[in-house]
């Protein structure tokens, strides 16, 4: 009967006070953006494509968040994004976005790299410049591409031009050196032919020795590859009819420009195979590329970092995997 | 015999509409009620008193553990994709958008759901419910309406407790125990959780306070035959109870989310 | 004026197969006490559930001050409930409520009254009832006769034009009973109310009533004045009347 001195009243009160404190309490820590809603500016970025971004995902200049995407809408076949950013945070006209990835499998993000310039966006303007960062699965694939063509031109090359075809080769320049023949004939018997080897070998020396070496160049090499492969078939081919000695080749030495040209080809492919003689059987050697090498290294390196990353970074995937496996 | 057993497989989907039918019509009638005078203030907060603050233990130690055996079992996955940081998260959006409605209704009826169905179940049979039918008052205003109304109040405040203590006993585990990054654990709470996760959780809450008081009452309002009939009044009232809150939480939770 | 209160007409009333009232027919006239009598199990309390609308009949008609309420809407029924009260057979006392809470609890929903006022007319019911003592205590630490007696107070306690007692004098001492007996005589021809009295105490009922019902068969087999019931040579009234007879004692008959 004790218990009656407080009425039902305070005892209610003291719960649902309780309660309300819980309710606020969680609200405030958990609210910091809640009422972003109203405040800062609104700029656009216009993207090809908005997938993986949400409302509410996060913006970042160097990794700290200044506002929230506020809205994705269709606009024509592009994706308009709003992003609402903090007031006072001021953003260079010639700024670039970027749309990333909070790690390997996680939350898209707006990154703004900012411009070096003194005018500043007001709300309603946009940000023309995107980057378009290939994201990690692409990297992946490309990567393994990559990869695996330098592999097998590796290989190619080594099993091609073995001890005996060097010496070959040797021999056959040797043989036009001091032989000068019908070069006529060979002109006429082969003529496609050289011309096809010829252009093909200083397109492909010239290439390899500009080096352009990016990840997306070397998929694309396929074609690098298989004329490198044709390059040294055919010239197999022409050392061997020489080797048969068909007589031709006093008409070759005739030819003072055919000659030349086929030198320096020659010389170009000698070059190529002394560098990757040099070279320790890296890729980036074989190829006397130092920033195809460098790039992949990176590449690698992301990927690896990206690995890594995965122990630190917050994707609402995992989250989302995990929750279907709970619920 | 044929017929018998022909008879019964169309009776027990019958019994099923009806019973539906009865608890909707219930559901109706407390809703109409509860905005017409009079309002029984003093009823609706002895209830309140009953349903909130008597089960608030309860509601404490459920909700406490749970989050703490969360933290545990979590962390124990997380561990294995070195994502432990993600252990309060996990808690947190565990806590707010399920566990804490669900569990904390599920004790409620278990506690005062059951207390429901056997009061009222007693109160048919001593003709109680008759006593106040020939003073011309509506038994479901006098005895339904408090209950439904202080569950519908009562449960979304014990489940924020309920929600806030389970991540306390989360970060407890976590954090103390296991020895997980606090920053890394807080941060994710803060920045996972958002406030319609804690919001609908809320209100799935109410709807299950409403669920589960008028589906007590219901039961315990329409007892037959003496104290058997108040027993079997309990048990079919915390069984339905539970089983209905449970598939309402699915489709309320597909909705909302 | 009417000289009925209540009128029953060809009152029907089943339970699956079971006939407990078969085609009652009974007036029970104003500002009189009217007894029922009958067999235990003979549906008594049922016919009083249906004067108050309590129970539907499955056909027949019940007039009450010159409405028929077997097919009032709740919100009229309640009307009409408002000018009765009832005691029922085993108290139906709030057990939530304390004594003094479960009798005043009518006059606090019904009628609008200072707290004082309330507890003046509690009081005084209760020191009729021989129970004011006990206004703290709570209906599950009664005894059976002492809960009938807080019953027969709630039941009174309003004033209503109606009052049904279903056996207000059975689970009481034979002294209780008397007290219990005369306090009912005394009110109702003090405040002349209609006073609808079921019971088996044959020697007390003789002692208040101005009518008696003899309910036998889900019928009323007679009605009368207690001295023409006793007089009665119809078989099951003479079986009855018999039964409570102790021999050499005459009882209170000539009360
Ligand atoms: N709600 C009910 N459902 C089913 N049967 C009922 C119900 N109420 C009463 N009965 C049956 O009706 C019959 C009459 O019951 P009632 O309570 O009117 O008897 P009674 O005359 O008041 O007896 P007693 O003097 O012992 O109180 C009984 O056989 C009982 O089984
Ligand atoms: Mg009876």
Redesign the pocket.
Known sequence: MDRKKISSEVWVGVVVLIGILSLFYMSMRIGKFGTLHRQGYEIKVTLDNANGLDPRSPIQIAGVEVGKVSAIKLDGYKALILLRVKDGVKIPVDSKAAVKTQGVLGDKYIEIIPGVGQTYLAGGDRINDIITVPDFGEIFTQVNVAAKNFGDTMSEFKGIIGEQEKISIKKSIDNIQVVSGDFKNLVSANKNNITRIVTNMEAISKDIEAGKGTIGKLVKDDTLYNDAKDVVASLKNISGDIEQGKGTLGKLAKDETLYDEAKDAIGNIKELTDGMKKGEGTLGKLAKDDSLYKETEKAMKKIQKGAEGLQEMTPITILGTIFGTFF | MFRKILRSIFQLPLTFLQELGNISRMFLQVTYLSFRRPFKLDYIFKQMEFIGVRSMLVVVITGTFTGMVLALQSSYGFRKFGAEGLVGAIVALSMTRELGPVLTSLMVTGRAGSSMAAELGTMRVTEQIDALTVMALNPVKYLIVPRVVASFLMLPVLTIISDLLGIVGGYIIGVKLLGINEGAFINKIEKTLDLPDIYNGLVKAAVFGIILSVISCYKGYYTRGGAEGVGRATTEAVVLSSVTILISDYVLTSIMF | MEERAIHIVDLHKS??D?K?LDGINLEVEKEKITVII???????????KHMIGL?KPDSGEIWVNGTEITKLNDKKLNEVRKTFGMLF?EAALFDSMNVYENVSFPLREHRSMSEKEIERIVEERLKQVGLLAFKEKMPSELSGGMKKRVGLARALVCDPDIILF??PTSALDPVISLTILDLIKETQSYIKKTYVV?S?DILGMFRIADKVAM?SDGKIIEYGTPQEIRRSKHEITQEFLQATQIPGFTGGSHG
């Open positions: 339970f699956r079971q407990v009958g067999k235990s199990g003979g549906g008594k309390s049922v016919l009083l129970l057979q279903d056996e079921i088996h309910l």
